[in-house]
């Protein structure tokens, strides 16, 4: 249709030149730390860890409770306080993790005997006044009904405790050597320094999802205005100032004794004891040197100082206008941001598994949930601490074999589908880190998982290969005598492992083995086998009219079934497809929504479903119906798949309806698990209106929910910026998602109808310029304006291979084939 593209750029032309006065101001700059909520996520099963650390920091001070999801340590619910520890995981499901060795304090104990102190975990839980909660960067505070007031900060491997008591005649500080989930092995010790009152020992306690056991070893020192009156070690409910040292049992029926060390001061003139602690997974004599350098002198404030520089520091890299923005809006954003540094955790110079001088991060808990948003935004804002994480996976491999694919507390976690460290690796390669890593191991540990079966897939690599090899699909009641993991999970584990195989294609590109690259992505084509054409979908015994789904089917290649909703949010029988809950061949999710992973293939996907309009009728069905739920990871990329359709506006208007209704700043706001930031990922990509496709130099554009936002590349100092003209219009306080479609853009100056940009839009600081108006519009619908696909645009994808055009060598406007027949039947409505 010519003569409306010509008319349509002639349009455009004359919008940009009449806007180009009134273009948004760049973004302020501000203390970003005040619009960090680190209590966002810690009621209603955010599980979020709310208390004081450092970026990636191993050490994490919280108040302990005893609520039902106590995963992160503390939880804004009606629960109590148990403890006060130094480690913790952050918006994990599984069980809850570390938390060990607990403080507690008494201003005094009853009869001034240390008897009369309760010890106990169960007995001593003391409610906390709700009002009196403040959680910020690198601090955290908490009243007790008892009148205790706790306050904390924290270093890279060693806590600080302000215990503040009302009216303490004889304070006592206890040391538990208990976990959150009460998981210690035998044999834990505590040896208390009758003169310092220091407390150094060990104790081995299990992972919270996943296999073997960690030892963790920690060294407590006390400081007060009062003298250190006595110590001692206490079992159960008794404690005796005469004992010093203590090795403990796990008890005979398996719930772990109560037992530690205790030191009791006399009146302090300031009412304070603080506590210093320690923690290493080397040896006590490490948790030790690592107090005495960090936090040399007790200095809470100085602490406190350099955690908030360091947070400021990470936080420098994105700057948003905020202009017409609520602070609530803000405070959704930059605590998302921040979330993301919580986990993973650096434990390099920790590791007592092997030795290396590569870097050793843990936590990543699972690689399953960061892969999608939160590796990938960190690849913007700190790529030389990506870079630093996928070196210490290649040398968990070198090391352990495998490449993780979840892993906390120096332990291997489950495997839930894919291999997803395959995933993060690619989009890291894709990206151009270079950074020290080597990359020839890099591809060998991604290609071990696509060719060697490990024995044990529960904990690493995939299950199946035979199979996989030969039938090209992970059949349903596989056999499989090779290795061992739980056999359900084949259609997603099926889509995962064609993604995996697509990833590491990526890199095999990229490093010039032709031969491999084409072998991996034939194997990407994989997730075809398990499509029934003629499957049919009921909701309520009512036919959803959509016909062509994937399918379980057997080593025979017959088809089983499983109902395309089962294991959905809607399903009836409340199943939810996890790995304890056998029998489902989805995870965690349904067929209904696992039908849109195949986020390399867009295309080829679109036309098997009927094409774009058939397609963008699926995709509104599922988040129509409340089919997919926004609370777990695989929900996240939907949103943004109309992009792939050529309807970039249906990927906005779903944005507004789950930021922030089901995303907002407050301790209930968060829809599901954190999973170590993740989440907080999804929040912060979404709203900078730049949506990763991992493992590929792809991001989706959506309308920004600010009027500018600019991140600066800290690999090449370059600024990459958003703008929106007419902002104003479709925004204000009261709207905060917003209004209004894209119209037209410009890169760099250039009309621009792509709906996607690549990487070198954040190293190359380019800027996107964005006009919004009412409706939904022609741009980025044209053929030409979508992202890659594999199958149409061969090689694409890979860095470095010629796939991008110049941008000066594109028409400036290109109406596009089919899609542009269904802009004027569109309204938005949401
Ligand atoms: C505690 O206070 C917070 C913040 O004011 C509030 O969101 C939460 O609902 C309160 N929780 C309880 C259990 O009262
Ligand atoms: C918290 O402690 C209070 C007072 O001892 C008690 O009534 C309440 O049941 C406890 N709640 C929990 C969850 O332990
Ligand atoms: C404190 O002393 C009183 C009086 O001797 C006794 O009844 C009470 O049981 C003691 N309490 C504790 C906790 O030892
Ligand atoms: C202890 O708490 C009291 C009451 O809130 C406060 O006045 C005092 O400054 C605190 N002491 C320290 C050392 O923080
Ligand atoms: C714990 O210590 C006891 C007593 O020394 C010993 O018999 C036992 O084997 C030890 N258990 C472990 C798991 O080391
Ligand atoms: C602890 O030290 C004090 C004095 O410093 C001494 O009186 C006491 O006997 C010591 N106790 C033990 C168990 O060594
Ligand atoms: C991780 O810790 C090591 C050792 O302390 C340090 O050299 C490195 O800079 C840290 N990495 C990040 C990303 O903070
Ligand atoms: C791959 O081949 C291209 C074209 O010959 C070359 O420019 C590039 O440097 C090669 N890359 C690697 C990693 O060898
Ligand atoms: C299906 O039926 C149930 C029970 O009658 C009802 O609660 C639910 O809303 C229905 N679901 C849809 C998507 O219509
Ligand atoms: C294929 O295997 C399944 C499962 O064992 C069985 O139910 C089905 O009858 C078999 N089909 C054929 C054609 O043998
Ligand atoms: C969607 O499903 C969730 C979980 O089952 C439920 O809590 C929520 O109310 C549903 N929302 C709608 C709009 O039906
Ligand atoms: C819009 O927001 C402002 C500031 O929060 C508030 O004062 C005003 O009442 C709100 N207006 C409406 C119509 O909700």
Known sequence: MPPYGVLLSLFLISSYNSVNAALPATPDDYDVLQYIDPLIGTANGGNVFAGATLPYGMAKAVADTNSESNQGGFAFDKSNVTGFSSMHDSGTGGSPSLGNFPLFAYAQCANDTVDGCIFPKKARATPYINSSVQAHPGYFAISLASGLTVDMTAAHHTTLFRFNFTDATSPLVLLDLSDLSDSRQDNATISVDNSTGRMTGSAKFLPSFGSGTYTLHFCADFKSSGDLRDSGIFVDARASTDVHDLKISRSINGYPLPGGGFVRFNAPSDGTVQARVGVSFISPDQACAHAESEISDFDFEATHQAAVDKWTEKMAPIRVSTNGVDSSVLTNFYSGIYRTMVNPQNYTGENP??????????????????????????????????????????????????????????????????????????????????????????????????????????????????????????????????????????????????????????????????????????????????????????????????????????????????????????????????????????????????????????????????????????????????????????????????????????????????????????????????????????????????????????????????????????????????????????????????????????????????????????????????????????????????????????????????????????????????????????????
């Not at 960190?378 to 993780?404: F, K, Y």
């Not at 690619?426 to 998982?449: C, E, H, P, S």
């Not at 129509?624 to 359709?645: C, R, S």
């Not at 090689?795 to 000066?808: I, N």
């Open 353 to 830: 598994i092997w030795t290396s001088s590569e870097p050793y991060f843990d936590s990543f808990y699972c690689l399953w949930d960061s892969f999608r948003s939160q590796i990938p935004f960190l690849t913007l804002t700190d790529p030389s601490a990506v870079a630093e994480m996928v070196r210490s996976l290649i040398d968990t491999q070198r090391h352990l074999g495998w490449l993780p694919d979840c892993r906390m507390s120096l332990c291997k976690g489950y495997t839930q589908g894919g291999s997803n460290a395959d995933n993060i690796l690619a989009d890291a390669y894709v990206k151009g880190l270079t950074d020290g890593i080597d990359w020839d191991d890099g591809y060998a540990a991604v290609q071990k998982d696509a060719e060697e079966e490990p024995y044990d897939w529960s904990n690493e690599g995939r299950g199946g290969l035979q199979s996989w090899k030969e039938l090209n699909f992970i059949p349903v009641e596989d056999f499989d005598y090779l290795g061992f993991g739980t056999m359900t999970r084949s259609i997603s584990r099926t889509l995962e492992y064609s993604y995996n195989d697509f990833a590491i294609a990526q890199i095999a590109r990229g490093m010039n083995k032709t031969a491999d690259a084409e072998k991996y992505e034939k194997n990407s084509g994989f997730w075809r086998s398990l499509f029934k054409s003629d499957q049919t979908s009921f909701l309520n015994k009512t036919n959803t009219g959509f016909v062509g789904f994937f399918q379980p089917k057997y080593l025979n290649e017959t088809w089983g079934y499983q109902d395309p909703l089962k294991c959905s949010n809607i399903d009836n029988s409340g199943s939810i497809c996890s790995l304890q809950n056998t029998g489902a061949e989805t995870f965690e999710s349904s067929i209904w929504e696992y039908q849109f992973f195949v986020p390399h293939d867009m295309a080829a996907l679109i036309s098997l479903l009927g094409g774009p309009d058939s397609f963008v009728k699926r995709l509104d069905y599922l988040h129509d119906k409340n089919i997919t739920y926004i609370g777990n990871e695989p929900a996240f990329l939907t949103v943004f798949q109309y992009h792939y359709a050529g309807r970039p506006a249906k990927s906005t208007s779903r944005v507004r309806t789950y930021i922030p209704d089901y995303f907002s700043p407050t301790p209930s706001g968060l829809p599901g698990n954190d999973d170590s930031g993740a989440m907080g990922s999804f929040v912060a990509m979404s709203m900078m209106g730049l949506f990763p496709n991992p493992g590929q130099s792809v991001y989706l554009i959506t309308v920004p929910f600010f009027e500018s936002v600019s991140i600066a590349s800290p690999l090449t100092g370059k600024t990459a910026t958003v703008k929106v003209i007419n902002w104003a219009n479709f925004n204000s306080l009261n709207n905060t998602g917003g209004s209004g479609f894209i119209q037209s853009a410009t890169l760099n100056g250039q009309p621009y109808t792509r709906n996607w940009v690549d990487h070198d839009f954040f190293t190359e600081g380019q800027e996107l310029v964005l006009v919004l108006g009412r409706n939904e519009s022609t741009w980025g619908t044209g053929a030409d304006d979508l992202p890659p696909s594999l199958s149409t645009s061969s090689g694409v994808q890979a860095r470095g291979l010629g796939g991008y055009d110049d941008l000066e060598k594109r028409e400036p406007f290109i109406a596009g084939g089919q899609m542009a027949k269904q802009f004027d039947r569109y309204t938005h409505s949401a």
